[in-house]
T-cell receptor
Framework: AQSVTQLGSHVSVSEGALVLLRCNYSSSVPPYLFWYVQYPNQGLQLLLKYTSAATLVKGINGFEAEFKKSETSFHLTKPSAHMSDAAEYFC????????????FGAGTRLFVKA | DGGITQSPKYLFRKEGQNVTLSCEQN?????MYWYRQDPGQGLRLIYY???????QKGDIAEGYSVSREKKESFPLTVTSAQKNPTAFYLCASSIEAGELFFGEGSRLTVL
């Protein structure tokens, strides 16, 4: 069974500050991990993904995430927040076990203050 | 451009009516999915299909039905049996267990 926990339903940062969105997962098999971003009234867009290659994954818009197996974590970071980063972010886990099912966290809404 | 097209974007329904949400993809993906999104609950899987003429229930399939007669199309019907249908519905496709490609969503409101 797989599950995802995102710590903090809302995160607020100042423009130019570090962004850190936390994600912990549970998986009985080696996981594939993803971060998606959603802007209001739109679908989700992939930011980055981990599929058992390099543990530090770089994505679009300056975001990156590090897979830490010992901590079962996949936290999302960005060194300097921009106003355009304000959105909702979802961590997700899946496994290539033939079921093709992806499990999503509850989401974290990021607010960026000027 | 390749992608997923959902329609309509906004839909209003009276209680007791069935409604069908359209989802079409031109990415040549085998797998397609329907998710329901409610505030603070993330995305919950309604149905998914790995191949034409086959589909499986997700975590919240009660009150919904789907069909997969063509690879490109995966329509979702919200039936009158769905007790709380007001939500944002997202269709997606994928290759195996990799990245999901999402449509823009359909917002259903029951009056």
């Amino acid at each position: 069974a797989q599950s995802v926990t995102q710590l903090g339903s809302h995160v607020s940062v100042s423009e130019g500050a570090l962004v850190l969105l936390r994600c912990n997962y549970s998986s009985s098999v080696p996981p594939y991990l993803f971060w998606y971003v959603q802007y209001p009234n739109q679908g989700l867009q992939l930011l980055l993904k981990y599929t058992s290659a390099a543990t530090l994954v770089k994505g679009i818009n300056g975001f990156e995430a590090e897979f830490k197996k010992s901590e079962t974590s996949f936290h999302l970071t960005k060194p300097s927040a921009h106003m355009s980063d304000a959105a909702e972010y979802f961590c997700a886990v899946s496994a290539n076990t033939g079921g093709f099912k992806t499990i999503f966290g509850a989401g974290t809404r990021l607010f960026v203050k000027a | 451009d390749g992608g997923i097209t959902q329609s309509p974007k906004y839909l209003f329904r009276k209680e007791g009516q069935n409604v069908t949400l359209s989802c079409e993809q031109n990415l040549n993906h085998d797998a397609m999915y329907w998710y329901r999104q409610d505030p603070g609950q993330g995305l919950r899987l309604i149905y998914y299909s790995q191949i034409v003429n086959d589909f499986q229930k997700g975590d919240i399939a009660e009150g919904y039905s789907v069909s997969r007669e063509k690879k490109e199309s995966f329509p979702l019907t919200v039936t009158s049996a769905q007790k709380n249908p007001t939500a944002f519905y997202l269709c997606a496709s994928s290759i195996e267990a990799g990245e999901l490609f999402f449509g823009e969503g359909s917002r259903l409101t029951v009056l």
